[in-house]
Structures are given as structure tokens and as C-alpha cells.
């Protein structure tokens, strides 16, 4: 079993002085992940390179899940890491790596060795080829191929050697905790779930609040929210999910205005709400899952109409996706199947037969004035009821 994992990062690597800043932000997420399993691990950063180190029995396939969900890992590589005893063991220890981790050993390969450390008596082509002649003697199956290799054999000559031959694709991203904090508009549907792990994987610690209509929904879509508040900080780390009790402005809105108007004004104070929420957190930005043309609160008059009210901007990640992209995403990080349950959520409610799908900003804002006897209570009421869910996986 290996005992050390080589974690690749890549758009860190181009920070500059800032640099070292996303190397330790990616040391402590990974240190968190791998927290959550079996197992005592050490992760170091030495000279570009981190490491994972086991230091006691551990699951393969349960360290690599936690580290794929690290973001700003774009590689994870099991490996072989020794002390430098010479060319004569270190052929050896890649004999027996081979051996131990190719069972069929009708492959094509190249050596790539990489010498950092200078003072090493061979140099990277001299090893490369010394070390190929050897694999070909104790292999004789195997061939070399410098252009298309099925395998690449990678030998780093550090301060201590390093062996790999695979690299599992992480998720790539940048490390959580490097990019601000914003406030996501999670409802149980497809689309936000996703808005908010692209906007964490950018580095953005996310909060999430929830607009919920008892009783016309359910405790059941209340649950599908948290649980898809659980996948999400699978990626972006521990968030809060503030539940909004929404029914009495949705009622108020609803007898007070015009019914085409409703799913606008109520997106508006939706946005009115999260915003609030958003400041006392500390975020920078709201994040919504809204598409161009998806439905008829996302043309681009109702976007700019729901933008009116906010003060602080709006992320919206995966604004130009068509729906089938949007779905490809939740399948690829696990909230697709949570997000399809059947359980409708306060958006989906009061929806109107006809909704204006151009409004005009002055008109809405007419239409809110007949609010203005009760809004302002009802807005402060659902503040104060706001149930805060701590989520942490």
C-alpha cells in the first residue's frame, strides 16, 4: 500500500508572492478532508511540492474521494517516496514499484525524471535512460515509447525520491478561503446547487439561505435543501443554511399585487432578504443559479429588475449553460438525484399563469408601494424567525 500521496496543484503555481498564501489555504483543506477519514495522515508543503503522508493503515479509495473533493487539487498521486542510496537502489525500488502496481506487464513506457536537486551525480537524460534499460532487462515485455507511453514513470530527485506512474484527476479550482465569502440563493432545485459549487471552487467560502412556504411546503423539501446544503459543502467546507420562513410575505405579495407581477416581487424580496443575511456574514456577493431564458423571471429584463435592489453584486455562475449543462455539473458532484425528488419548494408555489417576462422596473416599483402598510413588520418578522442550520460533513 502506498504511504504518500504527491497532491498537484496548477493555477496556484502562477500566484507569484502571493503564492505560499494558496499553498497553506491548500494544505489546511486537505489537511480537513482527510480529517474525515481513517487514518492519521501528515500533509506538508516542502519547495512547490505537498505531500500526504500515512502514518498508519488507512483506506485507499477513502483517502482519494476526500481529496477529490479538495479544490485547487488538480492531480493526486500515489507514490513511492525513499531516501537517496544510490542509482543501484533506487533501480530496485522502481523495479518493485513496477511489479508490485502492474499485473500485466505488456505495456509501452517512458521514464521522466526531474532532478531538483542539482548536486545528484546523474543527470535527468542519463537517468532517464539508464533507468529505461533497466525496466526493459527485468521486463522484457514491456517497450519504450517517448511519444505516446502507456505509462509514464515519474522519478523526482528531491530531497527524498520520489516514484509515481498515476495521476487521479482532482478537482481543480482554487483552495476554499482565498477568494471572499458570498451568500448562495439555495432552493431544490437543479441549478443553484451547482451555482454554488462553481462559485466555491473559485475559492469562495459560501453561505446558503432557503426560502421555505409552510405548509405549502413541506418539512420533506426542507430536508432536500439541507441535504443538497451537505453535497455542496462536501466541496466549499462548513456553511450555514439560514431557513427563511417566507409565507406570509408570499401571501401578503400575493393578495397585495398584481399576479403576473408576483414572481418578480417576490424574487426581489428574496434578494432583499439574502443580501441582509449576506452583510451580517461578511460576504462580498450573492450567488443565484439563474439562466438566461430559462424561465420567464430570468429574461434579461427580469434579471435586471431582480438586480435593482441589491446593493452587492450578483454571482451567477452558470448564466449562459443550457439546462443540459446545468444537469451534466449536478451529476458530476452528486446533487442531480437529490435535486429531482418530487417536493416543491416557495419558488415553484405561487407560480402565475401568465408572468411578465418584461417588466418594467418603475412599474414593479408602483406595485410594491401596495406593500408598504405590512412589508416592512413582515420583513423584520422573518428575520428574527430565521432558523440557522449549521452544516458540517
Request: aromatic share 10%; charged share 25%.
Amino acid at each position: 500500500m502506498f504511504k504518500s500521496f504527491l497532491i498537484k496543484y496548477a493555477e496556484i503555481g502562477v500566484k507569484g508572492k502571493n503564492r505560499f498564501l494558496f499553498e497553506d489555504a491548500l494544505v489546511d483543506n486537505a489537511r480537513r478532508a482527510l480529517d474525515k477519514v481513517d487514518g492519521d495522515f501528515k500533509v506538508t508543503k516542502e519547495y512547490g511540492r505537498i505531500y500526504a503522508t500515512a502514518e498508519n493503515d488507512y483506506d485507499f479509495d477513502e483517502v482519494v474521494d476526500a481529496l477529490k473533493h479538495v479544490f485547487g487539487i488538480v492531480g493526486i498521486c500515489p507514490m513511492v517516496q525513499i531516501e537517496d542510496n544510490g542509482f543501484e537502489d533506487l533501480a530496485n525500488q522502481v523495479i518493485k514499484y513496477i511489479d508490485e502496481n502492474y499485473e500485466d506487464k505488456n505495456f509501452t513506457f517512458k521514464v521522466m525524471a526531474r532532478r531538483a536537486r542539482k548536486n545528484y551525480p546523474m543527470k535527468s537524460m542519463e537517468i532517464n535512460a539508464e533507468m529505461g534499460g533497466r525496466i526493459l532487462e527485468a521486463f522484457p515485455e514491456t517497450k519504450v515509447d517517448v511519444h505516446n507511453p502507456d505509462v509514464i514513470l515519474t522519478i523526482e530527485i528531491r530531497n527524498h525520491i520520489n516514484i509515481y506512474s498515476k495521476i487521479i484527476p482532482g478537482p481543480g479550482g482554487m483552495p476554499v478561503g482565498t477568494a471572499g465569502k458570498a451568500m448562495l440563493l439555495l432552493s431544490g432545485g437543479i441549478d443553484s446547487p451547482v451555482a454554488g459549487w462553481m462559485t466555491a471552487k473559485r475559492g469562495v467560502v459560501v453561505d446558503a439561505v432557503y426560502f421555505h412556504a409552510p405548509p405549502y411546503t413541506s418539512e420533506r423539501a426542507k430536508q432536500k435543501v439541507v441535504d443538497l446544503a451537505k453535497i455542496v459543502s462536501e466541496y466549499s467546507g462548513p456553511m450555514k443554511l439560514y431557513v427563511v420562513n417566507f409565507t406570509d410575505i408570499q401571501m401578503y405579495i400575493y393578495d397585495k399585487c398584481p399576479h403576473d407581477e408576483l414572481t418578480i416581487i417576490m424574487r426581489r424580496y428574496m434578494m432583499r432578504i439574502a443580501e441582509y443575511f449576506a452583510k451580517e456574514e461578511g460576504a462580498q456577493a450573492l450567488i443565484t443559479g439563474e439562466s438566461i431564458g430559462q424561465v420567464a423571471s430570468q429574461t434579461m429584463q427580469s434579471l435586471a429588475a431582480t438586480n435593482e435592489v441589491c446593493t452587492l453584486p450578483v454571482f451567477r455562475p452558470v448564466i449562459a449553460f443550457d439546462k443540459q449543462e446545468i444537469v451534466d455539473v449536478s451529476l458530476k458532484i452528486g446533487s442531480y438525484e437529490t435535486s429531482i425528488l418530487p417536493y416543491e419548494d416557495c419558488c415553484t408555489t405561487f407560480v402565475a399563469k401568465h408572468p411578465v417576462t418584461k417588466p418594467n422596473i418603475n412599474v414593479i416599483k408602483n406595485s410594491e408601494t401596495h406593500l408598504a402598510e405590512e412589508i416592512d413588520r413582515m420583513f423584520k418578522e422573518a428575520i428574527d424567525t430565521v432558523e440557522v442550520i449549521e452544516i458540517n460533513n
